[in-house]
Every structure is written in structure tokens, then in C-alpha cells.
């Protein structure tokens, strides 16, 4: 029986305004409040809301046959509950069909792993519970931000007390083996499932390309390609976004998706999700001991830490982790880890080769360099409200 295992990325940053040098020290305004909302609201009408709408109906229609898995970040929920509470509601109705798994991850969708221990693993106690408390789950499979993965990151999951982690079935990792299979992470006792990136990008980035060999992608097609594929499980990992934003209703991306089950099921095909999946014996250990990631072509970290402009703004922002929590300062801290999402890094990317229409199409500035520029305003502004905290309470202090 063939299985496919259907994982989605749901996230959203709180942008930067264009925060300029003469703001520094005259305001504290860093998020672009407008901006946030307007391409929260434009995405839940164009991707959130129908497509939620879509996958209730195929597992109404389908019952347990049909499964999904999401992993929401917590800057996503912050803004569903800011600025459109009925797609915050319309995922916890898909939660409680008991057909949909929720992953767990960093709340704040941050490099954190790469720079600061401590604060990766409470970013992830804090997305624990707030996924808990709304909707009454707990996860027990893990994905770190932008699959990015090493053995260490598995081996630290695995300590955690997960049962699972998602990676990327990057070539240069496999060396010829097939993604399509469930492993062991080399150090880990943790199960390692990989995306098949062929199939997924198929669906991400290819299908409404008039260029593509294959365009146009029929259900039928796609389901001969998964015919002809051996393994455990054909992963299917992508941003949520796909469905309706990044893919335009009008290019079919819905009917296609509608109509996948329907065409699957009657030939032996379940959907299934990761801790499902998890409970596969696996195949033999992988031993992967760089890092690696889902993005462009390198599938490396270069598309957040690949420039100076990026290692000096990154840099900075954890040099100064210390002094901010040092304030004790709740809503100081929270604007830290604001800043830790990696978009504001992404924005920085220079690649403008086989990537750069990826990285162009998400960044809302006019260039790399504008969002350099204002990230690390905003962080001269943030030392100099640590500075003033600090001398408040020497002055305190030497008072008594």
C-alpha cells in the first residue's frame, strides 16, 4: 500500500516599518503594523481560509483515509488572533476531526538552533504550550525552522522527548539513497522523515509553469509518478501558501488538490501523517553531520547566513540577548524575539542567480541592502533602551 504524507508550513514575520536613522532614539515603533495585517488578510482570503475550508471537506468526504500535518509558527497565531481570529477558528476545526497532526517548532520561526541553546529550546517549550492551549494538542513530531538539520539538531530533539523530526531529502546528504524511506538519525534515537523534493517542488514551484516539460500537472499523471516510486512514504513538504498565493486559484491548484484524493484512494493510496509514519521501522542510520536546509538549490544556510550583512546583523541581534533579558522587561524581550524570525535575514540575501526570483518575490524592500539597513536601526535603537534600562537601575542602586 502506498502512503503519502502531507506536511504544511504555516508562518508569517511581523515586518519592519521602514524604520529610519532618525528614529533611533526618538521611536520605539519598529513593526509595520498596516503592512502585517494587510498581507495577513490578503493571504487568509487567497490561501488560509479556502483552502482550510477545502482539506475539512475532503476529510469529511474521505474520513480516515485522508490525513495532513501542519507546522504554525507562533508568529502566525500571534496574527491570526490580531488580525484574522476566523482562521485561527477554521484550524482548530480541522484539528479536532483528529485527521490533522500539528508539528512542533521554534514559536518565533528562529535561527535560534545555530546561535543560542537556551533560547531554542524555551522558543520551543513556548510553541509547546501555546499549541496546547489553543488547540489542545501535543506534539510529538519536531521541525526546525526552514528544515534545517544536522545530526546535532536531531540528537537534541530526540533529548526533548520527540519521536520524529522533518528534514530535507537533499541529494548531497543521501548519496543515492531514497528519501522515500523512514531512517535513523546517526546518534539519535528519534526517527528521520525526508521530503521528496522532486514531487514537492513539483507542486510548490512548478505547476503552473508553462515552461515546465510536464506543465500541465493532472491528478492522473501525478499519481502514475507515485506508482512508479518505491519506499515507506512519499513526503510532500511545503509552505501552506502554496495553495492560492504562491499558486493562483486560477492555475487549478485547487481542483488539483480536491480531486488527489479521489484518484488516489481507489488504487491503494493512504494519506498519512508524520507520527503515523514514525511508527515505520526504519531503514538504516543517516549520518548527516553538516547542516543543511529546504532552500534553493544549495539546500545550505546561505540563503540567511550567506553575506556579511547577514552574520553582522544576526550577530549583533544575539550579542545583545543578554542585556535585553537582563531588563527583565516583558515587552523588551518579546520585541527581541521578534527580531530572532529568520525572514528579517532572508531579506538580506544578495543571491541573485538560479534563487533570485525566490528571494525578490519575498522581500518587501526595495532591496537587500534597505533591509540591512533598517534591521540594524532598529537594533541601535534596541541597545540604547538596554543602555537606559541599565542606568536606571545603577541609579536605583547608588540611590539606596
Known amino acids: 500500500m502506498r502512503t503519502l504524507c502531507w506536511y504544511f508550513q504555516v508562518h508569517q514575520p511581523f515586518r519592519l516599518r521602514h524604520y529610519s536613522l532618525f ?28 483552502m482550510n475550508a477545502l482539506l475539512l471537506k475532503l476529510i469529511q468526504r474521505h474520513g480516515d483515509a485522508f490525513n495532513v500535518s501542519f507546522s504554525i509558527s507562533g508568529t502566525a497565531l500571534d496574527q491570526f488572533e490580531q488580525y484574522a481570529p476566523e482562521v485561527l477558528e477554521s484550524f482548530k476545526q480541522l ?19 545555530l546561535y543560542d541553546k537556551k533560547e531554542f529550546d524555551e522558543q520551543v517549550i513556548k510553541h509547546r504550550t501555546r499549541i496546547k492551549e ?5 506534539p510529538t513530531v519536531f521541525r526546525n525552522t526552514e ?10 530533539a530526540a533529548a526533548m522527548g520527540y519521536k520524529a523530526i522533518l528534514a530535507e531529502g537533499a541529494d548531497h546528504a543521501l548519496n543515492g539513497k531514497s528519501p522515500n524511506y523512514v531512517y535513523t538519525p546517526q546518534g539519535a534515537d528519534i ?14 514551484f512548478r505547476f503552473s509553469n508553462k515552461g515546465w516539460k510536464e506543465h500541465p500537472l493532472t491528478v492522473e499523471k501525478f499519481a502514475g509518478w507515485l506508482d512508479a516510486v518505491m519506499g515507506d512514504s512519499v513526503n510532500l513538504f511545503m509552505d501552506y501558501e502554496t495553495f492560492g498565493e504562491h499558486q493562483w486559484e486560477d492555475t487549478g491548484i485547487f481542483k488539483f488538490m480536491e480531486a488527489l484524493p479521489s484518484t488516489l484512494l481507489p488504487l491503494g493510496t493512504r494519506f498519512i501523517t508524520p507520527n503515523e509514519l514514525a511508527t515505520t521501522p526504519p531503514r538504516e542510520t543517516l549520518d548527516i553531520p553538516f547542516t543543511m536546509s529546504w532552500a534553493d538549490v544549495e539546500r545550505d544556510l546561505s540563503a540567511w547566513l550567506g553575506n556579511k550583512m547577514q552574520l553582522d546583523a544576526i550577530e549583533r541581534l544575539y550579542a545583545l540577548k543578554a542585556g535585553v533579558f537582563k531588563t ?17 535575514f532572508y531579506y538580506m540575501c544578495v543571491k541573485w542567480f538560479s534563487d533570485g526570483d525566490v528571494h525578490k518575490y519575498f522581500n518587501p524592500y526595495d532591496s ?27 541609579l536605583t542602586i547608588g540611590g539606596d
Open 368 to 394: 537587500p541592502y534597505d533591509g540591512f539597513i533598517i534591521f540594524m536601526n532598529v537594533l541601535n535603537d534596541l541597545a540604547l533602551r538596554v543602555e537606559n534600562a541599565q542606568e536606571k537601575t545603577w
Open 328 to 344: 527583565g522587561n516583558p515587552a523588551l524581550i518579546e520585541t527581541w524575539r521578534k527580531l530572532t524570525t529568520s525572514d528579517h
Open 95 to 113: 484539528v479536532a476531526t483528529g485527521n490533522v497532526e500539528l508539528l512542533s517548532e521554534t514559536y518565533y520561526h528562529s535561527l535560534s538552533f
Open 191 to 204: 526517527k528521520l522523515l525526508l521530503k521528496n523534493y522532486q514531487f514537492s517542488d513539483d507542486i510548490a
Open 23 to 50: 528614529d533611533i532614539g526618538n521611536s520605539q515603533d519598529y513593526f509595520d503594523e498596516h503592512k502585517n495585517r494587510e498581507v495577513m488578510k490578503k493571504v487568509a482570503q487567497k490561501c488560509y481560509l479556502p
Open 147 to 156: 528544515l534545517i538539520y544536522s545530526n546535532e539538531v536531531a540528537q537534541h
Open 134 to 138: 489553543l488547540f489542545d494538542y501535543e
